[in-house]
């Protein structure tokens, strides 16, 4: 055991989503020096320590024994013990075990510490080309499609790029209700395989992607993530959001046909592309 002071400590730690290499020094340490070590998945995790020479004891904590696995680790933590959480891959707790356990020890009092490091969503972010000032996190669409299909209507007008996780026999019918429902033009990017063999990033139209995906059975394999432009991010003409204020302005007094004509004066848009954004403006 190394010499770290840390007892009664909760150490939130992230691994590799891929290439082991990603681990960082500082988890390495945290690993090798507490008492026991909480993951998802024991036997995927003992991968990982072999392959670092850590020989720190694992316990499961998955999400069917999470409550009452909280509650042993917190008589443990009191009595002094350091314990680290990971997942199978990236950071805990994001669409991952553990939200449970945080929360538990937190209201005991108990210091968690996190020890950052790889997390699939940045990753995908930080090369999509996307804007990445405002972002949303999704996790993973519900399962069955018509609630997939609700929760994605609710973010038709979201502003925000949004991040969603998705499993290879999930991810066609996904690209699918996205076409529907954000319509084939939007912009977007599906990141898989990020850090492994496989790696693939690629930009273009949610249209473009479907049929990409379609065509090539390939890319509905491994570890998949799927980012989408907000709706503010979707290219629109220089202009529309000065026509959008005059026909705003005009709506207000005018009906729908005379506050189009004369908007159109106005900016020199043409009238039918004026009209349907009327129509749009006013709903
Ligand atoms: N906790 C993890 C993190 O920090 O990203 C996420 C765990 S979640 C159970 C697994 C999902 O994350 C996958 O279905 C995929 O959407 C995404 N993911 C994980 N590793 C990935 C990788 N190497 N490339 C692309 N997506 C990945």
């Known amino acids: 055991m190394m010499n770290i002071n840390h007892s009664g400590i909760l150490y939130i730690v992230a691994t590799p989503i891929g290439n082991l290499k990603d681990i960082t020094q500082h988890a390495i340490e945290i690993l090798q020096s507490v008492d026991c070590i909480a993951a998802e998945d024991t036997r995927h995790s003992q991968h990982l320590l072999k392959h670092l020479s850590i020989t720190t004891p694992l316990i499961s ?98 502003s925000r790029t949004l991040v969603f996780y998705e499993s290879p ?30 790696e693939t990033v690629r930009s273009g139209t949610i249209g473009e992607i479907t049929e990409w995906v379609t065509q090539d059975e390939n890319q509905q394999r491994g570890e998949i993530i799927v980012l989408v432009a907000g709706i503010e991010a979707i290219s629109i003409p220089e202009n529309t959001v000065f026509s959008d204020k005059v026909l705003n302005v005009l709506l207000e007094t005018l009906p729908l046909k005379q506050a189009t004509e004369i908007a159109a004066k106005i900016t020199g848009e043409r009238k039918n592309d004026l009209y349907h954004r009327a129509l749009q403006l006013k709903k």
Do not use: W
């Open 61 to 158: 904590l998955h999400e069917h024994n999470e409550e009452e696995r909280a509650h042993q680790l917190i008589s443990r933590l009191r009595k002094g013990e350091s314990l680290a959480l990971i997942s199978d891959a990236g950071t805990p707790l994001i669409s991952d075990p553990g939200y449970i356990l945080v929360s538990k020890v937190k209201n005991a009092h108990i210091p968690v510490v996190p020890i950052p490091g790889p997390c699939a969503a940045i990753a995908a972010l930080s090369v999509a080309g996307l804007p990445t000032d405002r972002f949303v996190f999704e996790g993973f669409l519900p399962a069955k499609t018509k609630l997939r299909h609700e929760r994605l209507e609710a973010l038709q007008s979201e």
């Open 169 to 198: 026999h999930r991810i066609l019918n996904s690209l699918q209700t996205m076409c529907q429902v954000f319509g084939p033009d939007r912009s977007m990017v599906l990141a898989r395989e990020l850090t492994k063999i496989f």
